[in-house]
């Protein structure tokens, strides 16, 4: 059996609706996208028309749990079971924003406390430029704003920041 374009179409969509509940980062919508299309390509080898279901109804729960793993396996989705959505690992983003600093005297920790004061619009933009490596105006596209806001989210972010070492 060949994978038409509908079918990719499909699996694209699941990868849609699962992303667009727990992801905010566009970069993992494309790649969880490509691990439902490469779920469905695996499957497509064992469907047997011959059970009575579709292709589609055979392989949806394999799709959709590829999408869901990946989204695990970056750290974007819990792994307690729940589904429930997180943002990046703290103590990764803590342990990069330490090492980029000019400063070498932030250590990890304290950086992971500065971040937890940060509200999830802040953090969001502060992830986006010391993990994703991103400039403001990509940070603006992303976040569906202007690059001024996002200037001034940082800002905002920043302070908070160097209140919180300081406390």
């Not at 969509?13 to 992303?19: N, R």
């Not at 729960?61 to 793993?69: E, I, Q, T």
């Not at 729940?82 to 250590?107: C, H, W």
């Amino acid at each position: 059996m060949c994978l038409t374009e509908s079918d990719l179409k499909w699996a694209d969509s699941i990868a849609a609706a699962i992303c667009g509940r727990n992801v905010h980062y566009h970069a993992h919508v494309e790649d969880a996208a490509a691990e439902a299309r490469i779920a469905l390509w695996r499957v497509i080898e064992r469907y047997d028309a011959a059970h009575g279901t579709t292709l589609r109804q055979w392989a949806n729960s394999r799709v959709a749990g590829a999408v869901w793993d990946y989204l695990r396996h970056v750290g974007v989705v819990a792994r307690n079971g729940n589904k429930t959505p997180t943002t990046l690992p703290l103590d990764k983003v803590a342990r990069r924003i330490a090492d980029q600093s000019m400063q070498s005297t932030y250590e990890p920790a304290a950086v992971a406390r500065a971040l937890a004061v940060l509200n999830p619009r802040q953090r969001e933009a502060v992830e986006r430029t010391y993990w994703l490596d991103q400039n403001q105006n990509e940070i603006a596209h992303e976040m569906g704003v202007g690059t001024s806001r996002v200037s001034q989210i940082l800002r905002r972010a920043h302070r908070k920041m160097v209140a919180a070492f300081a406390a």
